[in-house]
């Protein structure tokens, strides 16, 4: 089994920071590709941004430019450094992992970013 857990989540003003970070545990052959998906209330999921075993890395578009993710493979962490936050960024959070040998994406809980003043 494995989990996921991410944390770092809150509340920040728009044009603030805020780092979130995630890591992987259990019963890990090798984890591919880590990221974040958010999901806004009333709007369907979507990614936030993902990085492969090879550090190639792929943003959403609306936070291109302001979102920078980077990833410890030794660690199984990652971690998401979110800049000039809007309103519209606010959302909960979930990192995932996906594991090719089991052909399956593994779910953290989520975490709550609120971007308001």
């Known amino acids: 089994q494995v989990q996921v857990v991410e944390s770092g989540g809150g509340l920040v003003q728009p044009g603030g920071s805020l780092i979130l970070s995630c890591v992987a545990s259990g019963n890990i052959s090798g984890i591919n590709v880590m990221g974040w998906y958010r999901q806004a209330q009333g709007k369907q999921r979507e990614v936030a941004a993902t990085v492969g075993t090879s550090g190639n890395k792929n943003y959403g578009e609306s936070v291109k430019g302001r979102f920078t993710i980077s990833r410890d493979n030794a660690d199984n962490t990652a971690s998401l450094q979110m800049n000039n936050l809007k309103a519209e960024d606010t959302a909960v959070y979930y990192c995932?992992?996906?594991?090719?040998?089991?052909?399956?994406?593994?779910w953290g809980q989520g975490t709550q970013v609120t971007v308001s003043s």
């Open positions: 995932f992992v996906w594991i090719l040998d089991d052909e399956k994406f593994y």
